[in-house]
């Protein structure tokens, strides 16, 4: 069965304080792998989609990467309105549909 | 930046009735989706819609569960007689074409009593 596992499930920094999050995942055959954010009530807001091993991608203080096994989003120097939960979510190959972590949620304490 | 929209924000709706959730793609889109997220759970996936008929569904989109594009524009959800495990917020999604984004709409959360 396809798996996505995020860590961790809460992450509080201070402002400034860089950090990263995980998303781990066991998949048939991955087709690619999406970020999303997600603010409270809202829908989600895509970020990066990464298709193969060893790709990266940048936007303004995010980054992702990703191997194998797993993705990173690494975030350098957050602000407080970086404050959201992060989805991670895989697109199997063959299938329309996205599989999805449970979330990072982050916190950015000014 | 284009925005999927939906209708309505939010629905109260009492167990056994019929509800219909309503979405406006992004105009040149071709690929629609609806997934749906309980509270404190997972994004969970229902079904995939394209060329005017499902593409994919998941093992939650039974019998009482439908899609329609009833026009060029909306793309709508059907839950015949909603039960208490039915009460979630509903995004509806869409995108272009292949290897192309997918943009997921502001949700309508849906409330069964």
């Known amino acids: 069965e396809d798996q996505v596992t995020q860590s961790p499930e809460a992450l509080r920094l201070q402002e400034g304080e860089s950090s990263s999050l995980n998303c781990s995942y066991t998949?048939?055959?991955?087709?690619?792998l999406f970020w999303y954010r997600q603010d409270p009530g809202k829908g989600p807001e895509f970020l990066f989609t990464?298709?193969?091993a060893g790709e990266e991608k940048e936007k303004e203080r995010l980054k992702a990467t990703l191997t194998k096994k797993e993705s990173f989003l690494h975030i350098t120097a957050p602000k407080p309105e970086d404050s959201a939960t992060y989805l991670c979510a895989v697109q199997v190959q063959g299938a329309q549909k996205l599989v999805f972590g449970q979330g990072t949620r982050l916190t950015i304490n000014p | 930046e284009p925005e999927v929209t939906q209708t309505p924000s939010h629905q109260v709706t009492q167990m056994g009735q019929e509800v219909i959730l309503r979405c406006v793609p992004i105009?040149?889109?071709?690929?629609f989706y609806w997934y749906r997220q309980i509270l404190g759970q997972k994004v969970e996936f229902l079904v995939s819609f394209y060329n005017n008929e499902i593409s994919e569904k998941s093992e939650i989109f039974d019998d009482q569960f439908s899609v329609e594009r009833p026009d060029g524009s909306n793309f709508t959800l059907k839950i015949r007689s909603t039960k208490l495990e039915d009460s979630a917020m509903y995004f509806c999604?869409?995108?272009?074409?292949?290897?192309?984004?997918?943009?997921f709409g502001p949700g309508t959360r849906l409330t069964v009593t």
């Open positions: 999604a869409s995108r272009g074409g292949e290897g192309v984004k997918k943009y």
């Open positions: 998949v048939s055959g991955l087709r690619g």
């Open positions: 105009s040149n889109h071709l690929y």
């Open positions: 990464l298709y193969s």
